[in-house]
């Protein structure tokens, strides 16, 4: 007999899938709404501000721009589908629509981890080569690495999408969780989703901790470096701005960790929906502050944009 048999659920083609992650609270779409208008202000304003003032017009900002950007994406890729559903009876999401949210998801997931590991080596060249720096991270190649975060994204978004969305699903519609992810549709699968599994963990923990080694290497020689300076003054300025980066990958890292990484992730989908709403929803929210907050260079700016404004 087929280790699917005793679902008592046929393989068939489905046109639409029920999202069944979150029941009807009014508290939890006033606290989703919130975080989210938050998020989408945050980083449409830190957008804003790199592009409007002339002093953050170098490297670092321009990776700090596109940063803002793909988290601006990572949550309009979910909530406003999630805080409709929270109005809805229905929760109906279509096949096609699934698969496209899926794609995009996994794409601006991945585009954010390659990012931050570019952000860290550019620290690096800043840091350790300043004199190089204006040659090594001229536009054309600050541009080229962005594009090629995007592009890796992109790949590893064609390939996850193509493996989850060929899988025969049940007739059970119900994915248990607030979004189309990976491991909940896999448990729809009517299938051996082995191959999957594999080639999820695989991807996952091969850009996970890739760019955690690039990131670990620059920092490691990035606090080498600080540390043989004499002024005292020059050594704080430079870990207050290497300080926000890492408290930003800190967390990114951590939450994709536990929720990707993680052997039996694929058992745990009460815990992966917090988890979710952490990486899709929070981080979004605090990158804007934790780079805002903590770095003069942005609050000066902002200080500035606000006094233009009002004078006229």
């Given at each position: 007999?087929?280790?699917?048999?005793?679902?008592?659920?046929?393989?068939?083609?489905?046109?639409?899938?029920?999202?069944?992650?979150?029941?009807?609270?009014?508290?939890?779409?006033?606290?989703?709404?919130?975080?989210?208008?938050?998020?989408?202000?945050?980083?449409?304003?830190?957008?804003?501000?790199?592009?409007?003032?002339?002093?953050?017009?170098?490297?670092?900002?321009?990776?700090?721009?596109?940063?803002?950007?793909?988290?601006?994406?990572?949550?309009?890729?979910?909530?406003?589908?999630?805080?409709?559903?929270?109005?809805?009876?229905?929760?109906?999401?279509?096949?096609?629509?699934?698969?496209?949210?899926f794609f995009f998801f996994s794409m601006v997931g991945t585009?954010?981890?390659?990012?931050?590991?570019?952000?860290?080596?550019?620290?690096?060249?800043?840091?350790?080569?300043?004199?190089?720096?204006?040659?090594?991270?001229?536009?054309?190649?600050?541009?080229?690495?962005?594009?090629?975060?995007?592009?890796?994204?992109?790949?590893?978004?064609?390939?996850?999408?193509?493996?989850?969305?060929?899988?025969?699903?049940?007739?059970?519609?119900?994915?248990?969780?607030?979004?189309?992810?990976?491991?909940?549709?896999?448990?729809?699968?009517?299938?051996?989703?082995?191959?999957?599994?594999?080639?999820?963990?695989?991807?996952?923990?091969?850009?996970?901790?890739?760019?955690?080694?690039?990131?670990?290497?620059?920092?490691?020689?990035?606090?080498?470096?600080?540390?043989?300076?004499?002024?005292?003054?020059?050594?704080?300025?430079?870990?207050?701005?290497?300080?926000?980066?890492?408290?930003?990958?800190?967390?990114?890292?951590?939450?994709?960790?536990?929720?990707?990484?993680?052997?039996?992730?694929?058992?745990?989908?009460?815990?992966?929906?917090?988890?979710?709403?952490?990486?899709?929803?929070?981080?979004?929210?605090?990158?804007?502050?934790?780079?805002?907050?903590?770095?003069?260079?942005?609050?000066d700016a902002l200080w500035r944009l606000g006094q233009k404004?009002?004078?006229?």
């Amino acid at each position: 007999m087929s280790p699917y048999g005793n679902r008592n659920l046929s393989a068939m083609p489905l046109q639409k899938f029920v999202l069944d992650g979150f029941q009807t609270q009014a508290l939890l779409f006033a606290l989703f709404l919130a975080l989210y208008v938050v998020a989408i202000l945050g980083n449409l304003t830190m957008i804003v501000v790199v592009i409007l003032d002339a002093r953050l017009h170098s490297p670092m900002y321009f990776f700090l721009k596109n940063l803002s950007f793909v988290d601006l994406c990572y949550s309009s890729v979910i909530y406003p589908k999630t805080l409709a559903n929270f109005l809805s009876s229905s929760k109906v999401i279509t096949f096609a629509g699934c698969a496209t949210q899926f794609f995009f998801f996994s794409m601006v997931g991945t585009t954010e981890a390659f990012l931050l590991a570019v952000m860290a080596y550019d620290r690096l060249v800043a840091i350790c080569s300043p004199l190089c720096y204006p040659i090594s991270m001229r536009p054309s190649v600050c541009a080229c690495l962005v594009l090629g975060t995007y592009c890796g994204g992109c790949v590893n978004s064609i390939i996850q999408t193509s493996f989850t969305f060929s899988l025969p699903f049940c007739s059970s519609n119900h994915i248990d969780h607030f979004f189309c992810d990976v491991l909940p549709l896999l448990k729809l699968a009517c299938a051996d989703t082995t191959i999957n599994e594999l080639v999820m963990f695989g991807l996952c923990g091969l850009i996970t901790v890739g760019s955690i080694l690039v990131i670990l290497t620059s920092y490691g020689y990035i606090t080498v470096t600080i540390l043989k300076m004499r002024s005292g003054r020059g050594r704080h300025k430079l870990f207050s701005t290497c300080g926000s980066h890492l408290t930003a990958v800190s967390i990114y890292y951590g939450t994709v960790f536990v929720m990707y990484v993680q052997p039996g992730a694929v058992e745990s989908m009460e815990q992966g929906k917090m988890v979710s709403v952490f990486y899709t929803l929070v981080i979004p929210m605090l990158n804007p502050l934790i780079y805002s907050l903590r770095n003069k260079e942005v609050k000066d700016a902002l200080w500035r944009l606000g006094q233009k404004h009002t004078a006229t």
